[in-house]
């Protein structure tokens, strides 16, 4: 279980045309807030990261996959960190322009990015 105040975090799962029961599993835990974006059809990873992406409501946004394992105090370390020295950060993708990116993918092409964020 994580220790990070719950009010300040949402999880969201994306199932990629998944064979397996991850998106009835995934639905078991609707009522407690976790989001599923599921496809129909296998569209790859990187489209399921920006369906998240426009579907995430917070300001900063870890990433994982399903077979990684954290401490409990991963996150609240991650966020302490970058909160303390936000270039550390950038990753690819500048956590401090997530907004303006946030605004982009909701108005234009997510596949554009994979080379880098339009300026």
């Not at 426009?54 to 966020?79: H, L, N, Q, R």
């Not at 950060?89 to 339009?118: A, C, F, H, S, W």
Request: glycine content about 6%; charged content about 30%.
């Amino acid at each position: 279980m994580l220790k990070y105040p719950k009010a300040l975090f949402e999880i969201i799962v994306v199932s990629d045309h998944s064979t397996d029961e991850t998106d009835n599993i995934v639905k078991k835990y609707e009522s407690q807030g976790v989001l599923l974006i599921s496809s129909s059809v296998r569209r790859g990873k990187t489209a399921g990261l920006n369906d998240a992406l426009i579907k995430a409501k917070g300001d900063y946004i870890i990433f994982t996959d399903a077979d990684a394992m954290f401490p409990e105090d991963t996150v609240t370390k991650m966020v302490n960190r970058l909160l303390e020295n936000i270039a550390l950060y950038g990753l690819g993708l500048p956590v401090v322009q997530y907004r303006r990116v946030k605004k982009y993918l909701e108005t234009e092409n997510p596949m554009d990015l994979i080379g880098g964020v339009k300026r």
